[in-house]
């Protein structure tokens, strides 16, 4: 028997989740009205009111959608909050800073909810109170590593803020103080069991949690025989948390019950049939300081699985990754905003157009940008750039300066092989 973090939501079935979501919508569209200006705003605007959306039906006819770029440039407009703070901004006890950059604010009752809905989708992939875990997410600004430590401490699971990098480090730590789980990225695991093989060091984890980028069936393989662990996924966002968990059962991610979550066609917006592709969008309906209301990810899915799953959890099951729209990607699990690497290149007086370029050798994420450049000192300005990058961007890359980029090369051209 299937063991639950909220028995009760978990397994009610599915006609009565759906109509606790439409209570919680309508609650929700009403609160982002009357409190977030941004809102009030956009509503104004297209002459909605929050009485209009009486049912879910109304949500998904009426309500517009909100991208991150959106977001992105709300906040610029208007920093920092962008007029989406819909709490008194002394409610505030939590502030993190996403890619883009996004500000993220939360209540105390609002952080409550986002850590319960962690615990809820780690206790689904075996975290337990027995374990001894090693947290490889970043600490720093995002919401990964910091709200994962709470969320499996609440569990009563040991917990090991051993963050990004410092390879050795997790090696040694995960042999000589039995760390029986591991939450990180796929790829960042296979090269601790890489550097791990070339010192001759048997390295074993009861469970690995991955999430922030797609998990290729040759590296799931990979990475159980490396560690005999038994692999499970989570897909989220920082925008809006965990969308979807694994349960021991597999074959998809359970939808998280206090989140609607849309399935449409990138191009025209209408949902797609039951059980076909395309983009995710959410709502997380328990996040009252910044609402957002219906969040396209730019995520797109093979589709949801209404079947239900032997483990007893009643919500739909998001099957798997399959690529991406637009054109922000994740790389190295954090997302890379191509405006923010416009942003770096156009201070500089003497560089020009740029592209960037994204390849994988072994499991690892290699980010080249080629810019234009005219000036007559590359070596100063290469290590300049590549500080400043690493500054605003988040992420280690290569500079390559060329006199002239071809007329007909992508801004970002993807080489990877990501969602097999
Ligand atoms: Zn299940």
């Known amino acids: 028997m299937a063991e639950f973090w909220h028995p009760e939501i978990e397994t009610m079935p599915l006609d009565q989740m759906r109509a606790r979501q439409e209570k919680m919508v309508v609650e929700h569209v009403t609160h982002a009205y009357k409190n977030s200006p941004y809102y009030r705003k956009k509503f104004d605007e297209i002459g909605l009111k929050p009485e209009d959306i009486k049912n879910i039906g109304d949500f998904f006819t009426k309500v517009p959608f909100i991208s991150k ?7 610029r407009e208007n920093p920092p909050f962008g007029d989406f703070l819909a709490s008194p ?16 604010p939360f209540s105390g009752e609002d952080l409550a909810g986002f850590q319960d809905m962690c615990s809820e989708a780690f206790f689904a992939t075996g975290i337990r109170k027995h374990d001894l875990l090693d947290i490889a997410f970043s600490y720093y600004w995002v919401p990964a590593g910091t ?9 009563g699971a040991g917990v090991i803020p051993g963050g990004t990098g410092m390879t050795d480090m997790h ?6 103080a039995g760390v029986s789980a591991y939450i990180g990225t796929p790829s960042f695991l296979m090269h601790i069991a890489d550097v791990a093989k070339s010192k001759n060091i048997d390295l074993s984890l009861r469970v690995g949690v991955f999430t922030a980028e797609p998990l290729p069936t040759d ?10 662990l038994d692999a499970r996924q989570l897909y989220g966002t920082a925008d809006v948390g965990f969308i979807g968990r694994e349960c021991e059962i597999g074959g ?11 399935v449409i066609d990138p191009n025209t917006g209408e949902h797609v049939p039951p059980g076909e592709p395309g983009e995710v969008v959410a709502t997380l309906l328990n996040r009252k300081c910044m609402p957002l209301l219906r969040y396209r990810t730019g995520d797109l899915v093979q589709g949801l ?7 007893g959890r009643t919500s739909p099951k998001l099957l798997k990754l399959i690529g991406r729209t637009g054109d922000t990607v994740k790389v190295r699990g954090i997302f890379l905003v191509p405006k923010q690497v416009g942003d770096v290149v156009s201070s500089h007086n003497d560089l020009g157009n740029f592209q960037i370029i994204l390849e994988r050798e072994d499991v690892r994420d290699e980010i080249t940008i080629k810019i234009e450049y005219s ?12 500080k400043e990058f690493k500054e605003r961007v988040k992420l280690q890359v290569d500079v390559e300066l060329t006199d002239k980029l071809p007329k007909d090369s992508k801004l970002l051209d993807d080489r990877r092989d990501l969602f097999k």
Do not use: N
Request: hydrophobic share 35%; with cysteine.
């Open 375 to 386: 000036g007559k000192d590359p070596q100063t300005i290469i290590g300049q750039l590549q």
């Open 89 to 104: 901004k002394d409610e505030i006890v939590r502030l993190w800073v996403s890619p883009g950059p996004i500000y993220y």
């Open 219 to 228: 590296l799931k393989k990979s990475l159980e025989d490396a560690f005999g």
């Open 252 to 262: 998809g991610m359970h939808l998280y019950e206090d989140m609607v979550v849309e």
């Open 147 to 155: 709200i994962m430590d709470d969320a499996c401490r609440e569990i």
């Open 69 to 75: 770029s959106e977001i992105i440039d709300a906040q």
């Open 305 to 311: 699985d209404e079947e239900p799953c032997a483990c």
């Open 171 to 176: 090696i040694d730590v995960m042999k000589s």
